[in-house]
């Protein structure tokens, strides 16, 4: 699939001093230990990402794991990453793509957007483009990035049932609303409408002009980052 062409700012938050990073682990454990299962994701990404305490992949698979048996749903996309080999491995652990695939659609399911785009890439590569275009298609309806590039680059494949210039077009202007500035954007769009009629050019413009993305609560959820973290350990209130 076509890979991300928009340039976008990873946001990491870090934590102001050594004081509060320890008393979001500890009130995190605590509340992990308690029974709260988000507390045991939230603690996982800690240890994912090596904020607070030691990175350490095998600590936050287990977290993952836990909180993935006990329903959290990002819990199931992370450990979906893992067994996909996208955060390493460690000593006897090994990746898997069936048990990759299954997690990361329990939270593709529940509406997780970079869930969504993974398990589209993944049916790509399988060979099955049919339920690719259908993952990209959510995926790009709450403005995934990636899921929106990668959905054009599908109405542009030769032979298939759903190639479309004009649905392409449409994409790379909700991508456009995206991303205004970024030339290499403007030249895709341009390439585009030059191989549409004049009145297939504006009825997608018209078609397009009131799009938004429509995030999914869980997709909102996930990018909270450690403000939601802070939320679940107590630290702060929501």
């Not at 329990?106 to 590569?125: N, T």
């Not at 191989?195 to 009825?203: A, C, M, N, S, Y």
Request: hydrophobic content about 40%; some cysteine.
């Amino acid at each position: 699939m076509l890979k991300l062409a928009i340039p976008f700012v990873l946001l990491l938050t870090s934590f102001t001093s050594q004081a509060n990073s320890d008393e979001l682990v500890d009130a995190l454990t605590d509340k992990a230990d308690s029974g709260v299962v988000e507390a045991r994701y939230h603690l996982g990404m800690l240890y994912n990402n090596g904020l607070g305490v030691d990175k350490s992949p095998q600590k936050a698979f287990e977290l993952f794991a836990q909180a993935a048996t006990e329903g959290d749903l990002l819990a199931h996309y992370k450990v979906g990453c893992y067994y996909a080999g996208q955060f390493g491995t460690f000593e006897g652990f090994s990746p898997n793509k069936e048990k990759a695939l299954s997690h990361k659609l329990k939270a593709a399911e529940a509406g997780y957007s970079l869930a969504q785009y993974d398990v589209a890439a993944i049916y790509y590569r399988q060979g099955d483009k049919q339920k690719a275009l259908e993952w990209s298609r959510r995926a790009a309806q709450q403005g995934d990035p990636g899921a929106l590039m990668s959905l054009m680059a599908l109405y542009q494949e030769p032979d298939s049932d759903f190639a479309s210039g004009t649905l392409a077009y449409q994409t790379i202007l909700k991508i456009k609303t995206l991303a205004p500035d970024n030339a290499r954007v403007e030249e895709m769009r341009k390439s585009l409408e030059s191989e549409l009629e004049p009145q297939e050019v504006e009825q997608s413009k018209k078609q397009i002009a009131d799009w938004q993305p429509e995030a999914t609560e869980l997709t909102e959820k996930a990018t909270q980052g450690l403000n939601r973290a802070k939320e679940v350990a107590g630290l702060v209130s929501n």
